[in-house]
C-alpha cells in the first residue's frame, strides 16, 4: 500500500514540477546534478552571448563603417612582410608577446609543401594558422580567401575563440598587394575584415644588396622594393650586427624610395616601437595627420634616385576637378601602366566640396574613396603621389596631368 502511495506522489511531484525544469530527462537527477547543469547552461549561454556581441559588431560593419564615425567594428588585417631571412618572425614572435594582441590570429605563409616558419611561432603561441605550398600574391584569390571565410565562420559557430586582429606574415618574396586588392573586393571578406596597413621588415644589415644599385634589377630585388614602398611603416632590424654608417645608407636608402614612411629600429633588448603597434592596433578609418605629414615629405621634391627601378613623381592639382573627371582619367592610366604603378595615394578635393577625399591605389585598382571630415594640417592642396617601378617618373606625369585636365 505504501509503496502505490509513494508512486502516486512521485507521479503527482513530477507532473507539478514539469513546466519548471528545462527538460524532462532531468526530472530523474538529482537536485546537485541539476545545480551542477545548470550552472554549465549559465556558462554555455555567457559564451555563445559574447560569440554573438562579437558577430553583432561585424554585422554592423557589414554594409561598411559608418561615413561619420571614425571606429570601424570589422576585423583590422594587417600585413607582415619583408625579404627573405630579415626577421619577420622574430618580429611577429614579439608582436604576440603584447598583450595587446591577445585577441590577435596569425596566418604564417611559406613557400612549399612543408611550413617552417609556424613551428617557430608556435613556440609562443598557439594561434597559428599555416596557408603553405605557394606563394600568397600568387594563391591569393584561392587560399586566403577560402582561409579568412573559414575562421570567420568558425568563430562563429564557436568551434575557435572570437579575434579581433588577423596578422599575417608572407614569404619573402610576396607583395602585400594582392591581399589589399581581395579585401577591397571579396564581398564577404569586404563586409567583415578591413585592412589596417602593412609593416615591412628591412634586413639593416644586406638591404642595400637587396634593393640592388642599377636601374634594371633583378625580380627578387623589384620584390624587396615593392614591399618597401607598399609599407605603412619600415622596421630595419639587425642594427646591432652593422655600424653607423651603414645603418645610416640603409635608412637614406628606405627615405630615398618612400619618402614619409615611418622608419624605426628594431632593438632586442627594447620594447616596440609605438609607429609598429599604432598599425595593427588603430581604429580609426583613416588618419589624417599621419596622412598630411606623408604627403609633406614629398612636397617640392620632383624625380628622385632610382632603387630598383622605383621612382616617384608628385602630382600638385590646381585646376578644378570633378569626380567622374578624376575617375575617368584614372582608369585610363591605371590600365595602361597597370603593374608599374606601384602605389598610388593622395588627398582630392573635389570641385564643389569643402573636403577632401583619400585615394589609395594599387596597380589598375583604384579603391573607394574615403571623405574627411576636416582637412588635415595647415594645408589646403590637392596633392597625389605616385611610385612606380620601370617606368619613366615625367612621361607618366605628363600622362596624368593630361588626363586629370591639370596641364
Avoid at 123 to 130: G, K, Q, T, Y
Amino acid at each position: 500500500m505504501r509503496g502505490w502511495l509513494r508512486g502516486i506522489q512521485a507521479w503527482v511531484i513530477r507532473a507539478l514540477a514539469y513546466p519548471y525544469l528545462p527538460q524532462w530527462p532531468m526530472a530523474h537527477l538529482s537536485w546537485h546534478r541539476q545545480y551542477l547543469q545548470g550552472a554549465r547552461g549559465c556558462a554555455r549561454q555567457r559564451r555563445r552571448q559574447a560569440v554573438l556581441n562579437w558577430a553583432a559588431g561585424m554585422q554592423s560593419a557589414s554594409v561598411g563603417p559608418d561615413a561619420g564615425s571614425k571606429v570601424d567594428t570589422r576585423i583590422g588585417v594587417t600585413v607582415l612582410t619583408g625579404f627573405l631571412g630579415s626577421g619577420k618572425t622574430t618580429l611577429l614572435n614579439r608582436l604576440l608577446r603584447e598583450p595587446a594582441y591577445a585577441d590577435a590570429l596569425v596566418i604564417v605563409n611559406e613557400l612549399g609543401e612543408v611550413g617552417v616558419d609556424h613551428v617557430l611561432v608556435r613556440s609562443v603561441d598557439d594561434r597559428i594558422v599555416l596557408l603553405e605550398g605557394g606563394c600568397i600574391c600568387c594563391t591569393v584569390a584561392g587560399g586566403l580567401v577560402d582561409t579568412l571565410r573559414d575562421l570567420f565562420m568558425l568563430a562563429l559557430q564557436r568551434r575557435i575563440k572570437p579575434f579581433r586582429r588577423v596578422l599575417i606574415e608572407t614569404t619573402g618574396m610576396a607583395s602585400p598587394a594582392p591581399i589589399l586588392f581581395t579585401l577591397r573586393n571579396d564581398a564577404f571578406l569586404a563586409a567583415r575584415y578591413v585592412y589596417r596597413g602593412a609593416i615591412a621588415v628591412a634586413d639593416g644589415e644586406h638591404l642595400l644588396q637587396h634593393l640592388g644599385r642599377d636601374g634594371e634589377a633583378a625580380p627578387a630585388q623589384q620584390e624587396a622594393a615593392q614591399q618597401l614602398a607598399l609599407a605603412d611603416v619600415v622596421v630595419v632590424s639587425k642594427g646591432d650586427l652593422v655600424g653607423p654608417d651603414q645603418s645610416a645608407r640603409a635608412r637614406e636608402a628606405i627615405a630615398e624610395l618612400h619618402p614619409g614612411v615611418p622608419i624605426v629600429a628594431l632593438d632586442p633588448l627594447a620594447a616596440l616601437p609605438a609607429a609598429v603597434m599604432e598599425v595593427s592596433l588603430r581604429a580609426e578609418r583613416v588618419e589624417p595627420p599621419a596622412l598630411g605629414r606623408w604627403l609633406s615629405a614629398f612636397a617640392g621634391r620632383g624625380r628622385l634616385g632610382r632603387h630598383a627601378g622605383v621612382s616617384h613623381f608628385v602630382l600638385d592639382m590646381v585646376a578644378p576637378l570633378s569626380r567622374g573627371q578624376f575617375f575617368a582619367g584614372m582608369h585610363d592610366i591605371q590600365a595602361r601602366y597597370d603593374q608599374g604603378l606601384l602605389r598610388i595615394k593622395g588627398l582630392v578635393c573635389f570641385a564643389g566640396e569643402a573636403f577632401p577625399c583619400v585615394v589609395h591605389g594599387v596597380h589598375r585598382q583604384l579603391y573607394p574613396l574615403e571623405q574627411l571630415p576636416h582637412w588635415p594640417g595647415d594645408g589646403r592642396a590637392s596633392r597625389l603621389v605616385f611610385i612606380l617601378r620601370g617606368l619613366d617618373p615625367e612621361a607618366v606625369g605628363a600622362d596624368v596631368r593630361r588626363a586629370l585636365g591639370q596641364d
